[in-house]
C-alpha cells in the first residue's frame, strides 16, 4: 500500500471521517464555524503527518536513520524577545529586498541590500553571511533566519564590523532618508547613550558597594564594643 493510501486510510480511522466523499471536497469535521478552506488545510496538514510517520516506520524497519524536520508555527511564538510590531517591521524590511518573491534573500538580493544600505560587501563576505544563519543549508535565507540576525546581534553574538551586524545596525533606520552620514551619527548617538547608561548603573553599583562597607563597619564596631565591655562584667 502506498504512503498517501496509508494516509488516507489512518486520517478515516481517527477522525472517524472519510477524506473524500467522491467530489473531492473534504467534508466538515462538525466543528463550528469551519469552511471548506479550513478543513481542506486540515486535510493537508493530517495527511502531511501522516506520510511523514509512514516514512519513518518504513526507515526503522529497514535500518536506516531519519534526520529529524522542525516546522516553526508561528514567528511570534519563537521570537518571543520581539514584540509584534518590530517582527512586523522587520517582514517589511525583508519583502523591500526580497525582489523575487519567494520569500527568500538569495545572494543576490542580499547584496543588492547590503549595497542600500551603504555596507557593500565582497562575494566571500556575503557568502559567510548567509551560512551564519543559513540553518537548513540552502544557501538563503529565509524570513525565519532574517529574524535570527536581530536575535544574534540582541544577544551580542556578532563580531562589530560584521556583515550581519551591520545589516542588524543599518536596518534600524531608515538610511535612504537620513543617509549613510545621518546613520553614523544616529549610532554614534545610541553608543553615547548606552555608555551614559552603563556609568548610570556603575555608579548604583559604587553607591551600593560603599553602604555596603560602611554597614560592615558598623558591625565590627559593635562587635569590638561588645567585646570591650565583656572583660570588665
Known sequence: MSVSSNASSA???VTGVPISNGSGNRPSLGRPGSCDSSAGS???ELTHILNRRQVIMDSQEAG???AHQFKVVNVYTEFHEFSRKQIKDYQKTFNKYDVGHDG???LTELKFMMEKLGAPQTHLGLKQMIAEVDEDHDGKIS???FLLIYRKAQAGELDNDSGLN???RLTEINVEEVGVTGAKNFFEAKIEQQLRSNKFHDEIRQE????RREEEERANR???FQQRAAIFQ
Do not use: C
Request: aromatic content about 8%; cysteine-free; hydrophobic content about 30%.
Open 143 to 145: 524570513f525565519r533566519e
Open 42 to 44: 486540515d486535510s493537508s
Open 222 to 224: 559593635r562587635l569590638q
Open 64 to 66: 536506516i536513520e531519519v
Open 11 to 13: 486520517s478515516s480511522s
Open 208 to 211: 551600593q558597594e560603599e553602604r
Open 166 to 168: 551591520q545589516l542588524a
Open 104 to 106: 527568500y534573500l538569495d
